[in-house]
């Protein structure tokens, strides 16, 4: 089947560092994205990952290793109003997008 | 601006209403839409792949019956859920395709149906 791994919940402190790990066992790989979404709202894009590496995008990175069938979501110099679930989609040789569930952040002042 | 338009943002009804929701396109001819509906705590879960001028392609355990999809044209679908029940009770989201595999969906706002 079709497997993606995210932490539940993960708490962090204003200012700092935090990185979201998403593990994934698709059919197939053929990008993977990031997006952010806030309570009762929409998801809204952050990130999309096709080739091994780091994309820098201003205070967010995404890193993929397609070997490892891993990713990463660094955020830097935490906002509060970072504090959002953060959701990890693979798409795979089917082009269906498979959504991991989420991993919802907490921003501590 | 916004790529895609949902409404309404809302609904809360009693048992047994049909509630109608609209997903429109407002910078693409989108062939393919998707509804997905999402609980409380939980990942999105796609319900169907809603395709312009013809049947939508329904995910295995949602009731096509109960949950009609139209696709008329290439800038609007609608999901109506059919006397719904509180177990209806969701957050249900729209999205249109980027186009490329690369590209990301865009997302409508999405709607809170409550049912009472």
């Known amino acids: 089947g079709q497997n993606i791994d995210q932490p539940t919940e993960m708490t962090a402190t204003e200012g700092a560092i935090v990185q979201i790990n998403c593990t994934y066992q698709?059919?197939?790989?053929?990008?993977l994205f990031w997006y952010q979404q806030h309570a009762g709202e929409a998801p809204t894009f952050l990130s999309y990952?096709?080739l091994d590496g780091l994309e820098e995008k201003g205070r967010f990175s995404s890193f993929l290793s397609r070997s490892k069938g891993y990713s990463y979501l660094l955020l830097k110099e935490l906002q509060m109003k970072d504090s959002a679930s953060y959701l990890c989609?693979?798409?795979?040789?089917?082009?269906?997008?498979?959504w991991g569930a989420g991993t919802k952040l907490i921003i501590k002042p | 601006g916004a790529v895609v338009s949902q409404h309404p943002s809302r609904v809360i009804c009693k048992s047994g209403t049909s509630v109608k929701i609209e997903c429109r396109s407002l910078d693409f001819q989108a062939t393919t839409m998707f509804w997905y509906r999402q609980f409380p705590k939980q990942s999105l879960m796609l319900m169907a792949t809603?395709?312009?001028?013809?049947?939508?392609?329904?995910e295995q355990g949602v009731e096509k019956d109960k949950f009609l999809i139209n696709h008329a044209s290439l800038t609007l679908s609608t999901l109506t859920v059919t006397s719904a029940h509180p177990e209806d009770s969701s957050f249900y989201i729209c999205s249109i395709s980027g186009g490329e595999a690369y590209q990301p969906q865009h997302f409508g706002d999405g709607t809170r149906l409550s049912i009472l």
């Open positions: 809603s395709n312009e001028g013809s049947k939508a392609t329904y």
């Open positions: 989609a693979v798409i795979d040789s089917n082009y269906q997008l498979i």
């Open positions: 698709t059919s197939g790989f053929n990008g």
């Open positions: 990952n096709v």
